[in-house]
Structures are given as structure tokens and as C-alpha cells.
């Protein structure tokens, strides 16, 4: 069946550093692609999405590119702050009846 | 105003016992779900409902049973609570079906079972 692989965590980064967080799937037909996050305390929130080959979502500085040659959805941010600190899940989706099937999460936190 | 809130926030509770939790949202959304969150942040999906109508039901045991009054409000009653009920229960929401990938989540209800 359809699933997500996401790289293991914890990661720990220094404030302004580099992000990468990889994400792979494996599906049938065309899914849609996102990642969500998960602040401390609280319940996931879309962060950003890709519905075609080779889209690439953003948002509040994250981004990442469909890939589908290689499978993959790799978040990236250029300088991470202590804020950014949280639970990513990389997650697929396809059509209205289907589950929106979610990756384990990579937690980071980002030291000052 | 919360989007998505669930009552309670903490639930501590021993085996045996019998618990609910509600859900309700205000954004006028058609679809709504529950997950179950382990330690390891692991989300894996119950149930979701559209209008009121079951849509999917994963291989939860049957001491779990969710109950949709209204498009509103789904609320997840559990029997016979046993310790690997413990977990984070989180309350999601869509549009509707076809903006599924686009969920709303409450706060989540931590469920430890004693």
C-alpha cells in the first residue's frame, strides 16, 4: 500500500542554520504531497502542499519540491529560528475517499 | 473562537472503565476525524465522518465508537478502557472529501489509563 518514509529525528539545529528534512513515498496513480506541522502542546496544521510533479510549496519560509522521478518531498528552510521548533509529518493524499496517509514525524528543535 | 475544540483536555482514567470524548467544530466543515497519537508522535487515523455518514473505519477494536449528532460534533465513547488505550486523541476536521488534505485539528485529549 501507499506510504511515507521521513528521515529519524530528534534533529537539533543552532538558531539560523540550514534545514533539510527528508521525505520519501511510495504510491500508486498521482498523489498530492504535503507536509504539517505539530507545535508543542498542539494538534497538526497544514504547512505547505504540492499537487503536481515538480510544484513547489512554501510557506512562512519552508519549501519543498515534488519530486518524481525520485520520490521524495524534502522540506527546506534557509535559517531556522527557536520557533521553528516542532514535529514535521510528511503526508500523501489522493482522492476525496482516501485517508491522508501521514509519515512518523521528525521532531526538531532549534537551540538559541 | 477555537476552530476545532475537545473536552476534555486530560482524562485520567483506570482499566475497565468506560470514557467519551467530544469534538466539536465551528467551521462549518462537512467532514470530521479521529486520530490516535503514541509516544513516538505516531498518527494513525479511526474513523471519519462526512455529513454525519461513517466514510472510514480503520482496524480499531470495537470497544471504540464514535457518534456523529450532528455535522458539528463527533464525539468518540470508549468501553473497557485497557493501558494501551493510552495515547493523545486528536479531533480533525475538513471542508468536506475533497479538500481532505486539508484538516483542522483540535488541541488533542491525553488519555492515560491507569
Known amino acids: 500500500g501507499d506510504s511515507v518514509t521521513q528521515m529519524e529525528g530528534p534533529v537539533t539545529l543552532s538558531e539560523e542554520a540550514f534545514l533539510t528534512i527528508n521525505c520519501t513515498y511510495t504510491a500508486t496513480g498521482y498523489p498530492s504531497l504535503f507536509w504539517y506541522v505539530q507545535y508543542p502542546g498542539e494538534g497538526l496544521q497544514l504547512l505547505l502542499k504540492a499537487t503536481k510533479a515538480d510544484d513547489k510549496g512554501s510557506n512562512k519560509g519552508f519549501e519543498a519540491t515534488y519530486r518524481k522521478e525520485t520520490t521524495s518531498f524534502h522540506l527546506e528552510k534557509g535559517s531556522v529560528q527557536v520557533s521553528d521548533s516542532a514535529v514535521y509529518f510528511c503526508?500523501?493524499?489522493?482522492?476525496?475517499?482516501?485517508?491522508?496517509?501521514f509519515g512518523p514525524g521528525t521532531s526538531l528543535s532549534v537551540i538559541p | 473562537d477555537t476552530a476545532v475544540s475537545q473536552t476534555p483536555k486530560y482524562l485520567v482514567t483506570q482499566m475497565g472503565n468506560d470514557k467519551s470524548i467530544k469534538c466539536e467544530q465551528n467551521l462549518g466543515h462537512d467532514t470530521m476525524y479521529w486520530y490516535k497519537q503514541d509516544s513516538k508522535k505516531f498518527l494513525k487515523i479511526m474513523f471519519s465522518?462526512?455529513?454525519?455518514?461513517?466514510?472510514i473505519n480503520e482496524t480499531v477494536p470495537n470497544r471504540f465508537s464514535p457518534k456523529s449528532p450532528d455535522k458539528a460534533h463527533l464525539n468518540l465513547h470508549i468501553n473497557s478502557l485497557e493501558l494501551g488505550d493510552s495515547a493523545v486523541y486528536f479531533c480533525a476536521s475538513s471542508q468536506d472529501l475533497d479538500r481532505a488534505y486539508e484538516q483542522y485539528f483540535g488541541p488533542g485529549t491525553r488519555l492515560t489509563v491507569t
Open positions: 503526508a500523501l493524499w489522493k482522492t476525496s475517499y482516501d485517508k491522508v496517509i
Open positions: 465522518y462526512n455529513n454525519k455518514e461513517l466514510i
